[in-house]
């Protein structure tokens, strides 16, 4: 099984609203990843979780909140976005740092 | 600070010809480079990495060639056919498990 996957698909959200973006894996990988990519632009890393600690925050702002409640799953909590927030959110997984990242199909969020 | 980039944006090709998408890279203590597929609403897909060890890879009809000499990266798909349109991102694996990505190369392949 080499598949990555994310729920909800497609998700809109009003800017005081509070949702969760949803990532597993059971490759038993245990660096995880989540991307953010915006329309016709490479995906930009937000976070990177190693055996389940988060280890790299790209300087992302505080109204997004990772959380890896296990090696399988890791978890996007998202509040008080903003709709330059808006863009497809990815999620991915590798056996470490120089092996290939498997990636998920992405969430597609919008914000109105 | 340093990056990976792209020379071309779009890529027009006939089907059954051989393409050649090309990357620059700016961090010449990198050591891991890969290649990706994004087709259109879809996640991005691995199709070959190459270590810094080596020049070149082979794998299913695409080779990737890396010359460190001038921090250059090129993927090379043989026979293209319409199914290998999409957008093609080169990325390289840096300190830490970051991943940086090139600005990608949109790949047209003309029946």
């Known amino acids: 099984d ?34 953010k990519q915006k329309a016709k632009k490479p995906p930009e890393l937000m976070f990177v979780y190693s055996y389940e600690k988060l280890s790299i925050n790209e300087s992302v702002p505080s109204r997004f909140s990772p959380e890896c409640p296990n090696s399988s799953l890791l978890n996007l909590h ?13 999620c991915a997984s590798s ?6 990242q498997y990636f998920g199909p992405g969430t597609r969020l919008t914000v109105t | 600070g340093e990056s ?9 090709v006939q089907e059954g010809d051989n393409s050649i998408i090309n990357c620059a890279y700016s961090n010449s203590a ?22 810094s060890n080596m020049d070149k890879r082979q794998g299913q009809r695409v080779t990737v060639l890396l ?22 991102f080169c990325a390289e694996n840096n300190a830490g498990n970051m991943l ?6 949109r790949l047209m392949v003309k029946p």
């Not at chain 1, 056996?95 to 290939?100: L, S, T």
């Open chain 2, 100 to 105: 940086t990505f090139g600005g990608g190369t």
């Open chain 2, 4 to 12: 990976v980039g792209l020379h071309l944006p779009t890529l027009s």
């Open chain 1, 78 to 90: 998202l509040h008080a976005l903003q709709p330059e927030d808006s863009a497809l959110y990815l």
């Open chain 2, 30 to 51: 990198s050591d891991y480079f890969i290649w990706y597929k994004q087709e259109s609403g879809k996640g991005p897909q691995f199709i070959i990495d190459i270590r």
């Open chain 1, 2 to 35: 080499t598949e990555v996957t994310q729920t909800p698909k497609h998700l809109v959200m009003g800017m005081t609203n509070k949702k969760s973006l949803k990532c597993e894996q059971h490759m038993g990988h245990r660096a995880m990843y989540w991307y």
């Open chain 1, 95 to 100: 056996q470490g740092r120089d092996y290939e």
């Open chain 2, 67 to 88: 010359n460190k000499t001038v921090k250059h990266l090129s993927l090379q798909i043989a026979a293209t056919q319409p199914g290998d349109s999409a957008v093609y």
